[in-house]
């Protein structure tokens, strides 16, 4: 899983630097209004529920 993780990272880091690269202008479409209010909910919410679902369970304490 750690390979999967680190590989997932790395193709993010270099998606961003793309998009910085052209200054943000290129990108795979618009979404139409009002599509764009949900579209925008999901990229807000798939972060934190990402990092959940990718980040190790707790170490037992017991």
Do not use: K, R
Not at 5 to 26: D, K, N, Y
Not at 29 to 49: D, E, T
């Amino acid at each position: 899983m750690g390979v999967v993780t680190h590989a997932v990272f790395a193709v993010a880091v270099l998606a961003m630097i793309g998009a910085m690269f052209f200054g943000m202008s290129e990108s795979f479409g618009q979404v139409p209004w009002p599509w764009a209010v949900l579209a925008n909910a999901v990229l807000i919410l798939q972060f934190p529920l990402a990092h959940s679902f990718f980040s190790p369970a707790p170490a037992d304490a017991g």
